[in-house]
Each structure stands twice: as C-alpha cells, then as structure tokens.
C-alpha cells in the first residue's frame, strides 16, 4: 500500500532520554539507569502525560485531555478516556506522539527498503544473526549485548550512525538516530494487523472502481491519505509501536516493521513529534 502525509512536523531526532524525563517527573521507571539512555518502562498514556508536560513547559498548548487520568507518570498512571488526539492533531502545535503513519514517514526519510538496504538472515525468528547493513545504524539483539552487564540491554541513543554511507540512496536521510532498535516506540494508532489493508477497495469487489481507475495493486485507492486507526472508538487496548528494540531481530526493526502493546514494556519508549504552521 502506499500512504500519503500532508501534514508538516518536526520529529526529536532521538528517543526520548531518562534525564529528560526526570526532569519533568520525579519518578524515572527505566530498568536501564543512565541520563542518555532511552527513557523505558512508559506506557502509552506515561507518553501522552509527558508530551503534555514538555508542551507546558515550553508555552506551547497541550495535545491532549488527560482530565480523566489518576496516577503518577512512569508508576500508576492510568486513563480511562482521553478525549481529543488525532482529531486535534491539525490545530495542536504542542508535543504528541506520531500517527504510526507519520513515524514511518520520517522514519524512511522518502526512501525505500527495509532499513538501509537488506539484512542477511531472512529468517524472523533469527533473532542474534549479526546484520553488517544494520549493525552500524542500529542497537539490535546482533549487536545490544553488553559484556558488563551479561545480556542485552538499551544503549546510549544517538550513538549509531543514521547515515553511515552518504553515497547510499536508501540512507536514512532524516538523520533520526534509533528508528531501528534500541527502543520500540509508541504511536497513536490503536493496533490492528489489517489496518491498512481494510483501508483499500478491492477492484473487483468494487465493480472495476465504478468506472474509475484500477490501481497497479488492485485497488481503486492508490494511496491511503493521512490514515489514523482508532479501532471502534475505544481508546484501551494495544496501540502500535515502531522500530523494533534492543532484543529485537533485524526482521522486526524495518521500517515497516509493526506490532500491538499494552501497558509497560522494558523494550518500549518513545520520541514525539510537534506539528508545524504551513
């Protein structure tokens, strides 16, 4: 499928850190102490409290509605409905988590393939298979070992190099350090394997477009436009995170690369991103 975003935005080139946390909240939940380590152990709505805080604190207006939230971020916190979000998303210039479109849309930086070009194991379940095109772009179960510590674990973010061969056309361009690996990341979306499949109209289940144009996939809609899946409405449930993680396979930190979560995850953080004025 191919998907089109119209929206401006910037994204924070690296995850966000424990030290950046802690300086909004006092309690840091990552199991992986360190001030340039990425933040870990947040859930989804942990993410929103913080975007929320970050906009507060550099005057910018809040994304969302957190009114109906209890708890401490990074311990407790909990929601049980959080009114606003994508329907905000064009008029908030605040922090907020990328749509999962959005994400990969930076993420590939315009560019095609899996990462920066291929990986040499093609078996998912290969999970330590050392990957010499991804190795040096990203912290992954390869290469996340940490002999001090005797198992794999988040490493310092910006520390691999989003761009290791200029010459290469499927570099990552947008200079994002960590979009593969490290930490998994949250988005907006709420998860469903067919998310965007269920988007397409089928040709021939539409009466050859009726009378419009077939598409080179077989589908009337060539492309999928801004696309924000929120299930049917409800806003518990697994939300999809990106990137893959330090105890990741190089399979699973493409760029397209996708899955559900739910709650606190030791492999799981975050980086957000601000809408822009056009």
């Not at 380590?37 to 975007?51: E, G, M």
């Not at 310092?156 to 593969?180: A, C, E, F, R, S």
């Not at 050859?208 to 299930?231: A, K, M």
């Amino acid at each position: 499928h191919q998907v089109r975003v119209s929206r401006a935005y910037l994204m924070q080139r690296r995850e966000v850190t424990n030290g950046e946390w802690s300086v909004l909240f006092n309690r840091n939940p990552s199991a992986t102490p360190g001030a340039e380590r990425p933040v870990q152990n947040v859930s989804f709505y942990d993410a929103l409290a913080y975007a929320n805080a970050l906009s507060e604190e550099e005057g910018a207006e809040p994304c969302y509605d957190l009114t109906g939230c209890n708890g401490t971020p990074g311990i407790d916190y909990s929601c049980a409905d959080v009114p606003g979000g994508p329907q905000l998303i064009p008029t908030c210039f605040g922090y907020r988590l990328p749509t999962e479109a959005e994400w990969e849309h930076a993420s590939r930086g315009g560019r095609s393939g899996w990462f920066s070009g291929h990986y040499v194991d093609a078996s998912p379940d290969n999970e330590v298979a050392l990957d010499a095109i991804l190795d040096p772009i990203g912290w992954y179960a390869g290469n996340s070992v940490d002999p001090d510590f005797g198992r794999a674990r988040p490493h310092l973010v910006g520390t691999k190099d989003p761009t290791p061969n200029p010459g290469d056309w499927q570099i990552q361009v947008n200079d994002l350090y960590d979009t593969h690996g490290n930490v998994a990341e949250w988005t907006w979306d709420v998860y469903s394997p067919d998310t965007y499949r269920n988007r397409l109209i089928s040709c021939e289940a539409n009466n050859d477009c009726n009378g419009g144009e077939c598409q080179p996939n077989g589908f009337c809609n060539g492309e999928i436009l801004d696309p924000v899946h929120l299930g049917d409405g409800d806003m518990a449930g697994a939300r999809v995170v990106r990137g893959g993680a330090y105890d990741s396979s190089a399979f699973e930190c493409r760029h397209a690369a996708r899955r559900g979560a739910d709650g606190r995850a030791h492999n799981i953080g975050f980086r957000l991103i601000r809408g822009m004025i056009q």
